[in-house]
């Protein structure tokens, strides 16, 4: 019996077993269900995963050796084979990018298959590093910037909530001091881009460097005196021109109009705020390395800024009135994002068009431009990997875009500022983001600009009390200039005060059209698809006509196919697909949230076949549509919790379809393809406490959702 028990213990397997079940428990904070890996007489082996904000990250192999196996661990060209066996079939998506090996006595760390190979680390990467590890490789301060994004998130909701329950300070609400922290990073983007010796001129005519004035310490110093000072640099700088922007209507938009001012009083309030932002310490690399003497935001990594914004906003805004539907869940833009980057990394001709700084991006309903952040930041890193030129190239290219390739449109001239201190902060002042009274409309947006547009748009019509009745003639009466009567207007010329009668075959004047001193229609809801081709005067009949440029929704077919105004009442969310459709350059893409029936209602069948087109019973084609459908995914019923709805959402995946070269405003007939559908049923976050709370630990369907389109499944 002795010698038994002497054997189990000896026994090779066994062994492998404990150590490798010993290696499992020193990392419990890959909290995803172990993946075992197929039996082998040399090693034990694993794959572990974790969880960032409902994000899955990439996976760690653990492996056990026996003492005998441990040159293994230190000859990597042996170690690459013995992971690759181990790996077996394993999905490349599960292929790990970091490993940990033991013999019970040593322990060796590995990036695994990198650029410069298998290569030893000191450590394995936190969790937030791992998701991130690609920029971890590329920038070398990544690690500072991630400790600097938790701090900072830490630093500004106790201050917004320290101003809101205890001093107030002359704002009204949650809102308002939102406002106020992004007057003040406004102003230390210039601090920290502009010429050290930037000066401003105070009310009594005195000038003043602002590096000097703008500083916690200035303001501990010299109190009430310092603050006024500031408000001063706010009001020289706040119409500075490298933040005016000149939209495609050539119309010029500051940040911040004359009637904005900073209302902050309580000088311990800006010191507390500036300490935040300013007092970010030593900037270290990697390895922990002292890179710069004093850190400041223009050091820390532009995406994670971005997002450092994006969740302050989400986490303080109080969405009262409707404002808060515009705040898209971070996972629900990062999974629109990186689906259509995908697909435009894949295209030879989108990719051609992003190397030469062609590319666009709009928004046309963009809130605090969210969307615009995150594809700022993906854009940059899609370029980093997968665009070949010259580094200093692709830094080119990367200001070129941040300068021309992003529009944004809101109604809320709040919204409009956050997004312009949003896109400042990570080095785009000049994104072309502006207020206007209704982005279906606007000739600042122009058709067939965009190659790629995400948007968040509102939908379902409002409703009115009894005592609102006059705001509900207003909302008519606006919806009525958006639709544009029902007026087919083609363009003649460079105005479009006529349409082609195709009945009495001859130009018609369509009267008043609300025009502008240059003879253009201040409104550009009209449907141009849509031309008279039967019928009397009191009776007319209209057919849809699809061109690249054209309007039609605002109307509907009746059951003979003949096209019909509809009235004020229609969910503005139909007419912005629409809208969207014209403003994409022809072969663009659109990500779109959208209520759910509108993809489902009987009654909405007809913009899903104006989208698509109607099936031909002969060939099985949809025939007519404006798009190829790419894909469905559906959100789960909290996924605007936060923002006061409850409404069931999806994102629809367009792609417009392409021009023919010979006849620009005619579509080529473009099969439709089979449709991604997918369903996401949480989203790595539940609503606790009017926050998303992201360490619930519940997963993230958006991430695996995402994975599976990109392998084709």
Known sequence: MAKEAKAKKTDPKQQLEQLFNQLVKQHTEFTQPLVELPEHELAKAGLIQGLVEGNLTPTVMLVALNSDNWEYASDFAKLELLVIELLGDTDVELWPIFAALTDGQKTQYVRLFSSQGTIAVDKLPTLNELKEYKTLERDQTFRWSMKTYTDLMKKLNFWHESVFRFTRDNVDDK????????????????????????????????????????????VEQHGAQAVELIRDAFETLKSHEDYIVVTDDGTKNPIFSERVHINLNRPENFISLLKAIQDLGPVTDNRGNIVHAQGNLGHVSGDLLGRVFDVFLRANFDSKGGNGVYLTPNPVKQAMVEIALHDIASDSTELARLSNGDFRFCDPTCGSFGFGSVVLSQLQKLIDNEIGMPDVDKEKLKEKLKNHGFTGADSTPR??????????????????VFQTQDSLVTQALQPNSFDLICTNPPFGSPSFGKNEQESKKDYERHMEQVLGGFRPAQKMGDSYNAYYDHIKMKWVDTGDLELDEHGNPKWAGYRTDLRRTGGTDKKPVYSLHPTTSGLALGSKPDSKGNWQPVGATIDPAVLFIDRCLQLLKPGGRLMIVLPDG???????????????????????EFVGGKAIVKAVISLPSDCFKLSGTGAK?????????????????????????????????????????NIEDYNAGVENDLDKIVSAYKRGE
């Open 175 to 218: 809102n308002a001091i939102i406002e106020e922290v992004a007057k003040l990073l406004f102003l230390e983007s210039f601090r920290v881009h502009h010429d050290e010796s930037m000066t401003f001129k105070s009310k009594s005519g005195n000038e003043y460097v602002l590096r000097e004035v703008f500083t916690w310490q200035y």
């Open 415 to 432: 919204m409009v500022m956050l997004a312009r201190v949003n896109m400042a902060l990570q080095g785009a002042p000049k994104a072309q």
């Open 598 to 620: 509108i993809l489902c209602n009987s009654g909405d069948r007809y913009v899903r076949e104006y989208i698509m087109g109607k099936k031909d019973d002969q060939t099985g």
């Open 649 to 689: 959402t999806s994102i629809l995946y367009l792609q417009k379809r392409h021009a023919n070269p010979d006849q620009p405003e005619q579509f080529l007939p473009e099969q439709q393809t089979e449709v991604f559908m997918a369903v996401a049923e949480t989203l790595g976050y539940v609503v606790k406490n």
